[in-house]
């Protein structure tokens, strides 16, 4: 399953952003999956973090093959050792062993928000242990697939806006200014400076001072700084 988005996306950010849309056409469609399941989401997230892609990709499937399904039971009925034992921290085990009890429990109420807007998603989810604002925005994107999630949290982002933009930095004023720009579809504009940070167009230089490689296919964030 991947992250749904079509021509009135596309059409709308090449109408608003001729630079954009330029490296809209030159890529053409992004196909990036996501998982519709929101408690097994914020497990894969917690997972993640400061790890490559493939080494969560990793993680995950010794954690789906030792516990048979992901759920807050099964988490809680496995405890720390065995979590740790899939090859993670047991700091990551404790965050995890902690959303699963709040679940369990009804003290996090899950599918409530499914249904709150944005910023009220954004604070709730990262009030748990273990998910920071960008956590939390990926988890927005990937699982929940809000349309205008825009992180100026993400190191790739910036950097393919300043290779697209030609921009030596992005502060917080310009990002602003082209959030205001790609909304209602930053999602899928998010799409398009993750490709381009890692390299999809080639020629492309990021104009920074001090240049940063991002891995391919994944987002890099402060939070795993």
């Not at 996306?9 to 399941?37: C, Q």
């Not at 920071?132 to 910036?158: H, K, N």
Request: hydrophobic content about 40%; charged content about 25%.
């Amino acid at each position: 399953m991947y992250f749904s988005y079509g021509d009135t996306e596309t059409a709308y950010l090449k109408s608003k952003d001729k630079a954009l849309g330029t490296v809209i056409d030159a890529i053409g469609h992004i196909d990036r999956a996501v998982d519709p399941d929101l408690f097994s989401s914020v497990v894969h997230h917690i997972l993640g973090q400061q790890i490559s892609t493939k080494a969560q990709q990793t993680l995950w499937a010794r954690m789906q093959d030792g516990l048979g399904v992901v759920t807050a039971d099964t988490l809680l009925d496995a405890g720390r050792d065995i979590i740790q034992s899939f090859g993670t921290t047991f700091k990551k085990a404790d965050y995890i062993l902690d959303f699963a009890s709040k679940v369990q429990s009804g003290t996090f109420d899950i599918e409530a928000v499914k249904h709150m807007p944005d910023a009220d998603a954004i604070a709730t989810l990262s009030s748990l242990r273990g998910i920071g604002v960008w956590t939390a925005e990926m988890i927005l994107l990937f699982c929940l697939q809000r349309p205008d999630i825009l992180s100026y949290g993400d190191l790739a982002i910036l950097r393919g806006m300043r290779m697209i933009y030609h921009h030596r930095a992005i502060d917080r004023k310009k990002f602003e200014r082209y959030r205001r720009r790609l909304s209602p579809y930053g999602s899928t504009a998010s799409l398009y400076f993750w490709a381009v940070a890692g390299g999809a167009i080639p020629g492309m230089k990021d104009y920074a001072p001090c240049k940063k490689t991002a891995p391919k296919n994944r987002a890099v964030t402060r939070e795993e700084l």
